[in-house]
Structures are given as C-alpha cells and as structure tokens.
C-alpha cells in the first residue's frame, strides 16, 4: 500500500513555472512506475509523464516533451513535475501515480488502469 499526496499547484500567467512534488509513505516507493496525470471537468485523466522505477525509462506526452521534466528524488520517497512555459490549456487538477505496470519502459501511452495509487491531485491554473 503506497499513500501520495501532491503539493506545489497554483495560479501562473502564461510562460511561467511550477514544481509540483509527490510525497509517498507505506511501501517501498523504488519498486513503482510513477507517473503525473491530468485531468480537466469532464475529459477523462490523461498521462502527462512517467518515470520507470529505476530512473532509467521517461517519457512525455507531445504536449509535455521539452517544457515538463518528471524525476524521482534520490534516496527518498518523492516525485517532481517540472512544468516550464506554462500554456493556458495545462489548467488541470494534476494527479500522482504509482503502478507495477511492465509496460512502465515501453513508448506508449499508459492508462489509469496500469496505475494502482493515486494522489488526491493538486490544482495548476494557468492564466492568458
């Protein structure tokens, strides 16, 4: 059993910064996937990045690639999103995730499915 929870959301203008952070407790956080997701009022969560659980896999959705970085802090139980050159439609509730998924090093997009613990999700509201 793996608790998250999700801090560091709020409001920037466009072309401004946020780093969101992962803070897990129970099971050894080193074996998961993890991975951040985001979600707007009725669309379904969406994959924005992921990182194998030895640090060597990531990967980002075209809309995350060269402006998003996903890392794991070393030695302790913890997830950050990066998020630079923020655009008006990165406004979501932005989700933390862990899964066991093998699918975790392969290019594709994952679903809410491979993912077993989820955050409660934290807001990021980014103004024009």
């Known amino acids: 059993q793996v608790r998250l929870v999700e801090s560091g959301g709020g409001s920037v203008q466009a072309g401004g910064s946020l780093r969101l952070s992962c803070a897990a407790s129970?099971?050894?956080?080193?074996?998961?996937?993890l991975g951040w997701f985001r979600q707007v009022p009725g669309k379904e969560r969406e994959e924005v990045a992921r990182?194998?659980?030895?640090?060597?896999?990531?990967r980002y959705t075209d809309s995350a690639k060269g402006r998003f970085t996903i890392s794991r802090g070393t030695g302790k139980n913890t997830l950050s999103l990066q998020m630079n050159t923020l655009k008006p439609e990165d406004t979501a509730i932005y989700y933390c995730?862990?899964?066991?998924?093998?699918?975790?090093?392969?290019?594709?997009?994952?679903?809410?499915?491979?993912?077993?613990?989820w955050g409660q999700g934290t807001q990021v509201s980014v103004s024009s």
């Open positions: 995730a862990a899964g066991l998924s093998p699918a975790c090093t392969d290019d594709i997009p994952l679903q809410e499915s491979n993912f077993l613990y």
């Open positions: 990182v194998s659980w030895d640090s060597s896999r990531s």
């Open positions: 129970g099971d050894d956080f080193s074996i998961y996937c």
